[in-house]
């Protein structure tokens, strides 16, 4: 298959057609690349709150508001973009208020046969807690489609190996994030990678990218997309499949052949993800007594 994973910017929108123009041309682009699954980045629907005016763009609570309401909407144009361009889609995440409590931070997966279903984000970083109040939420799903079976770790998520170990069973995992700085970013990759080396599968990073003066929260963002696999047989030795270039906004592919996966899993150089439960017996403390 071929997997297409955004370097995505943010634009200000002045009605909800320049919305679904840009999202048809996104679409379009990596469609006609030959792309079966498109990954968005985490956060990339705030650009919606621009709809209700710079005052609620520029207001924290209120744009999240705004966005979540909006959502009805931006799941049909999903679906019908997946189901036209005979895509997968992994849609942008959003801040959605989901019952009676806080919002939590939720990407929808859309499959070319109309079929959705979302996953969200279970480890909120400091921002997350602190000043935008987003709650964690649903458990970690694996999708089981067409194209293998696919896990999300949004951002921060994919930084915890035991999320990752959950999703074990997952040929892609991919891992929407919005992240200030270059550190931040590295942070990201850093755990997208590991993870792949873990579980011996392919991981799949998208990054928003550029900045956004109308907006408390997505006001600075560092990124590109980044396609990994294990260094090991049947991947390149670094284990870098495909890498965009920082902050330019686009599309960055890769050609993912899921029999690599199955094969460096049964017959890698390493078997990590057949050792990972090796690891507990060989763990104690020690404690030196004093001189």
């Given amino acids: 298959?071929?997997?297409?994973?955004?370097?995505?910017?943010?634009?200000?929108?002045?009605?909800?057609?320049?919305y679904e123009d840009k999202l048809n041309a996104w679409v379009a682009q990596a469609a006609g690349n030959g792309a079966e699954l498109l990954v968005f980045p985490e956060y990339g629907a705030?650009?919606?709150?621009?709809?209700d005016g710079v005052d609620v763009a520029g207001d924290l609570e209120r744009s999240i508001q705004a966005v979540s309401d909006r959502m009805e909407e931006v799941q049909n144009l999903h679906?019908?973009?997946?189901?036209?361009?005979?895509?997968?889609?992994?849609?942008?995440?959003?801040?959605?208020?989901?019952?009676a409590g806080r919002p939590v931070n939720r990407a929808e997966l859309y499959a070319p046969d109309g079929r959705q279903d979302h996953q969200d984000k279970q480890i909120m970083t400091r921002f997350e807690r602190e000043q935008w109040d987003i709650a964690p939420g649903g458990p970690l799903k694996l999708f089981d489609t067409a194209l293998g079976k696919i896990g999300v770790l949004i951002c921060y998520d994919s930084e915890f190996?035991?999320?990752?170990?959950?999703?074990?069973?997952?040929?892609?995992?991919?891992?929407?994030?919005?992240?200030?700085?270059?550190?931040g970013y590295w942070r990201v990759r850093i755990g997208a990678m590991s993870r792949?080396?873990?579980n011996q599968c392919v991981t799949v990073m998208a990054s928003l990218v550029g900045n956004n003066d109308w907006s408390e929260a997505v006001d600075m963002n560092t990124g590109t997309?980044?396609?990994?696999?294990?260094?090991?047989?049947?991947?390149?030795?670094?284990?870098?499949?495909?890498e965009g270039?920082?902050?330019q906004p686009g599309w960055t592919y890769a050609d993912i052949d899921l029999s690599a996966i199955a094969d460096v899993r049964a017959d890698g150089h390493?078997?990590?993800?057949?050792?990972?439960d090796e690891q507990p017996p060989r763990v104690e403390s020690v404690t030196f007594s004093a001189l």
């Fill in 1 to 18: 298959m071929r997997v297409a994973t955004a370097a995505y910017d943010l634009d200000w929108l002045d009605s909800w057609a320049q």
């Fill in 46 to 51: 705030m650009e919606l709150s621009t709809l």
């Fill in 79 to 99: 679906q019908r973009l997946a189901k036209e361009y005979k895509t997968y889609i992994l849609g942008a995440s959003a801040p959605v208020v989901a019952g």
């Fill in 161 to 183: 190996p035991l999320l990752g170990r959950a999703l074990s069973e997952a040929d892609l995992i991919l891992v929407p994030s919005c992240t200030e700085a270059l550190s």
């Fill in 196 to 198: 792949a080396l873990e």
């Fill in 225 to 242: 997309g980044g396609i990994f696999g294990p260094p090991d047989k049947g991947f390149p030795q670094t284990g870098v499949l495909a």
């Fill in 245 to 247: 270039t920082l902050n």
């Fill in 270 to 276: 390493v078997l990590n993800r057949t050792h990972w």
